[in-house]
């Protein structure tokens, strides 16, 4: 009984039916053409034939041999087994471009016409072929339209008359390379020659395929020499097996003494077993390791990670190892300076903020003093003048226009006195101090009302508690601004002031429904940078001195200041106070 490969052409297969041959369907399997060992005689010695080739060839790759050196082999024993064929393998390289590789029997003309032409269907059999990824079998190249006329014409004069070309892939289906068998005499491949075609396409399918793995080998290990890594490649069993350049510069150990060892030798027993332990748990290693270099300790970043065989057994690990001591300390030195660096700057905003927190009180002090000087020194002066210009307005020794300059002068006394108890009034309202911060804005708000003719809603609660006298001054500050910028920035017509307080907290907003602050003052101003003028930013910093919270939005509908200041432990502290001023 026949045991041929489904793959391969039987006798009744038609012309092309050979799909693309894969090399590495080859491996493990006898190569024997589709023949089996079944009968005798001639198809007997043929089968030894072919298996004694196979061996021949096989031995040719075993042993390394140059690969056109086994392909040439391979298409001169096709060519002996019948007459008048010529045959040739073709690579197609990666950039999809002919590469023509064997052609023992063929003049070199033939090579150059098809070198480095780039592959598409009707260029020839091999282009369509390896388009295809099927045997194309052109009966005689003359008649076929198929293939363009150059091809055409550089068969005439060879004097190539048929071509039955088959693709062969690798082990993803990439055709790799075509083997092209030409007639002298027009017509079909007959069984034998689909016999030795097969042959021939999985013998060169092998050595193609092994020579491109050796050549992608021969590359990884170029570019594990050049690595500027250096690289360390380990047994299953821990051993040194290989070191790169890179490797033997930063550890200075020759391979006589290196190879055979566990890395204990370059990074002693302890951190060896770290790496141990850790691809055991996470299936790589990477860190920090010290080792002792020409008698300096250096810092060396390692990773370590297993590659595996196919079956999933581990072939080796792979080391990579930096020295990093220089970048380490540099990193340290920075993060050292970065810390220095952020403890000055705390340490002087902290300084700043006490200033201002001072300067604010000083500057509160300072205006109480002033209310206070024009109230008692200037304001009683004028008093005592307005009391000498009413006794003079009143004597019945002056004449009528004396009397005159006399009441312009008395008049003039009362608006100078108005003035300054209002100047006064708005340095230090004197009702802070007596009557609370809820008397205090009551009667701000209502003279500011009054004389701004901005409605006021003021929601105030009527139990508020006395609070500290540096909160009640912020507090009063904060919505004494407040009104101003409505007044002066907004130009809304009204404004709505809340106040309300629990044990922990007060709590202020402050609103109105003007045209609201731009969005670029606002982000300015957010992103804690000062705006020109001091109103803003000095409410901020009285909050902010006593741990408040200070926040500020706008919009198109207006603009909501909104503050949040703790009292409770102040408020112990002003009862504290308050008994020791009582006691
Ligand atoms: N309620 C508001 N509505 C619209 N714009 C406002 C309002 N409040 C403040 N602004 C805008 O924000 C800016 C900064 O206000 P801020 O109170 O800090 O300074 P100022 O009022 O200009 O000057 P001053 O130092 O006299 O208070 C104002 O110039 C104004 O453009
Ligand atoms: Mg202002």
Same mark, same amino acid.
């Given at each position: 009984?026949?045991?041929?490969? *489904?793959?391969?052409?039987?006798?009744?297969?038609?012309?092309?039916?050979?799909?693309?041959?894969?090399?590495?369907?080859?491996?493990?399997?006898?190569?024997?053409?589709?023949?089996?060992?079944?009968?005798?005689?001639?198809?007997?010695?043929?089968?030894?034939?072919?298996?004694?080739?196979?061996?021949?060839?096989?031995?040719?790759?075993?042993?390394?041999?140059?690969?056109?050196?086994? +392909?040439?082999?391979?298409?001169?024993?096709?060519?002996?087994?019948?007459?008048?064929?010529?045959?040739?393998?073709?690579?197609?390289?990666?950039?999809?471009?002919?590469?023509?590789? *064997?052609?023992?029997?063929?003049?070199?003309?033939? #090579?150059?016409?098809?070198?480095?032409?780039?592959?598409?269907?009707?260029?020839?059999?091999?282009?369509?072929?390896?388009?295809?990824?099927?045997?194309?079998?052109?009966?005689?190249?003359?008649?076929?339209?198929?293939?363009?006329?150059?091809?055409?014409?550089?068969?005439?004069?060879?004097?190539?008359?048929?071509?039955?070309?088959?693709?062969?892939?690798?082990?993803?289906?990439?055709?790799?390379?075509?083997?092209?068998?030409?007639?002298?005499?027009?017509?079909?491949?007959?069984?034998?020659?689909?016999?030795?075609?097969?042959?021939?396409?999985?013998?060169?399918?092998?050595?193609?395929?092994?020579?491109?793995?050796?050549?992608?080998?021969?590359?990884?290990?170029?570019?594990?020499?050049?690595?500027?890594?250096?690289?360390? !490649?380990?047994?299953?069993?821990?051993?040194?097996?290989?070191?790169?350049?890179?490797?033997?510069?930063?550890?200075?150990?020759?391979?006589?003494?290196?190879?055979?060892?566990?890395?204990?030798?370059?990074?002693?027993?302890?951190?060896?077993?770290?790496?141990?332990?850790?691809?055991?748990?996470?299936?790589?290693?990477?860190?920090?390791?010290?080792?002792?270099?020409?008698?300096?300790?250096?810092?060396?970043?390692?990773?370590?990670?297993?590659?595996?065989?196919?079956?999933?057994?581990?072939?080796?690990?792979?080391?990579?190892?930096?020295?990093?001591?220089?970048?380490?300390?540099?990193?340290?030195?920075?993060? #050292?300076?970065?810390?220095?660096?952020?403890?000055?700057?705390?340490?002087?905003?902290?300084?700043?903020?006490?200033?201002?927190?001072?300067?604010?009180?000083?500057?509160?002090?300072?205006?109480?003093?002033?209310?206070?000087?024009?109230?008692?020194?200037?304001?009683?002066?004028?008093?005592?003048?307005?009391?000498?210009?009413?006794?003079?307005?009143? *004597?019945?020794?002056?004449?009528?226009?004396?009397?005159?300059?006399?009441?312009?002068?008395?008049?003039?006394?009362?608006?100078?006195?108005?003035?300054?108890?209002?100047?006064?009034?708005?340095?230090?309202?004197?009702?802070?101090?007596?009557?609370?911060?809820?008397?205090?804005?009551?009667?701000?708000?209502?003279?500011?009302?009054?004389?701004?003719?901005?409605?006021?809603?003021?929601?105030?609660?009527?139990?508020?508690?006395?609070?500290?006298?540096?909160?009640?001054?912020?507090?009063?500050?904060?919505?004494?601004?407040?009104?101003?910028?409505?007044?002066?920035?907004?130009?809304?017509?009204?404004?709505?002031?809340?106040?309300?307080?629990?044990?922990?907290? !007060?709590?202020?907003?402050?609103?109105?429904?003007?045209?609201?602050?731009?969005?670029?003052?606002?982000?300015?101003?957010?992103?804690?940078?000062?705006?020109?003028?001091?109103?803003?930013?000095?409410?901020?910093?009285?909050?902010?001195?006593?741990?408040?919270?200070?926040?500020?939005?706008?919009?198109?509908?207006?603009?909501?200041?909104?503050?949040?200041?703790?009292?409770?432990?102040? +408020?112990?502290?002003?009862?504290?106070?308050?008994?020791?001023?009582?006691?």
């Amino acid at each position: 009984m026949s045991s041929i490969p *489904s793959q391969f052409p039987s006798k009744n297969d038609g012309p092309g039916s050979q799909k693309c041959l894969h090399a590495s369907a080859a491996k493990g399997q006898q190569v024997d053409g589709g023949l089996s060992s079944a009968g005798n005689g001639p198809l007997m010695s043929t089968v030894e034939n072919i298996l004694r080739f196979q061996a021949k060839a096989l031995e040719m790759i075993a042993t390394g041999q140059p690969l056109v050196s086994v +392909l040439d082999a391979i298409s001169r024993y096709v060519e002996q087994q019948a007459e008048d064929i010529r045959c040739s393998v073709t690579f197609i390289d990666a950039e999809h471009r002919i590469r023509p590789a *064997s052609a023992p029997s063929l003049p070199a003309k033939y #090579k150059g016409d098809l070198d480095d032409v780039l592959v598409y269907p009707y260029i020839a059999p091999c282009g369509l072929a390896a388009c295809q990824k099927e045997q194309v079998i052109s009966e005689s190249i003359e008649l076929d339209e198929r293939w363009s006329d150059g091809f055409r014409s550089m068969t005439k004069s060879l004097g190539l008359k048929a071509c039955w070309s088959t693709p062969i892939c690798d082990a993803e289906g990439t055709v790799i390379a075509t083997l092209a068998i030409y007639s002298l005499h027009p017509g079909n491949p007959s069984a034998h020659q689909h016999q030795l075609i097969g042959v021939a396409t999985r013998l060169a399918g092998i050595a193609i395929e092994r020579h491109l793995r050796e050549e992608r080998l021969r590359l990884c290990a170029e570019i594990i020499s050049r690595s500027a890594d250096a690289i360390r !490649i380990l047994d299953p069993s821990w051993k040194i097996i290989e070191q790169n350049t890179a490797h033997r510069e930063l550890f200075g150990i020759p391979d006589e003494l290196l190879l055979g060892n566990t890395p204990a030798i370059i990074f002693g027993e302890e951190q060896f077993q770290r790496q141990i332990n850790s691809l055991e748990a996470e299936k790589a290693f990477h860190g920090d390791l010290t080792a002792e270099i020409m008698g300096e300790q250096r810092i060396i970043d390692v990773t370590v990670f297993p590659v595996h065989r196919d079956g999933g057994k581990i072939a080796c690990f792979v080391s990579l190892s930096r020295d990093v001591t220089e970048s380490r300390k540099t990193q340290e030195e920075m993060e #050292k300076s970065h810390a220095e660096l952020e403890t000055a700057v705390e340490a002087r905003t902290s300084q700043l903020q006490t200033l201002s927190a001072r300067l604010m009180t000083t500057q509160d002090e300072e205006r109480r003093h002033i209310a206070r000087e024009l109230h008692d020194s200037a304001g009683q002066y004028l008093a005592a003048i307005q009391m000498n210009l009413g006794a003079m307005r009143n *004597s019945p020794e002056i004449t009528s226009a004396e009397k005159s300059r006399i009441q312009d002068s008395w008049d003039m006394v009362e608006r100078c006195s108005s003035e300054i108890r209002t100047i006064s009034y708005l340095l230090h309202p004197p009702l802070l101090d007596e009557m609370g911060l809820r008397y205090a804005i009551l009667s701000y708000v209502e003279g500011f009302a009054r004389r701004s003719g901005i409605r006021v809603d003021l929601d105030i609660p009527d139990g508020l508690r006395r609070l500290p006298a540096e909160i009640e001054t912020a507090i009063f500050r904060v919505v004494q601004q407040g009104l101003a910028n409505i007044h002066r920035h907004s130009e809304s017509r009204v404004a709505e002031i809340r106040l309300a307080e629990d044990n922990k907290q !007060i709590k202020i907003v402050i609103r109105d429904d003007g045209r609201g602050i731009s969005a670029e003052k606002l982000n300015h101003f957010r992103s804690g940078k000062q705006l020109i003028g001091v109103g803003i930013a000095g409410m901020r910093e009285r909050i902010r001195d006593l741990h408040g919270e200070f926040d500020i939005r706008s919009g198109a509908s207006g603009t909501t200041i909104e503050v949040n200041l703790p009292v409770l432990q102040r +408020l112990n502290t002003r009862g504290a106070k308050t008994k020791s001023a009582t006691a």
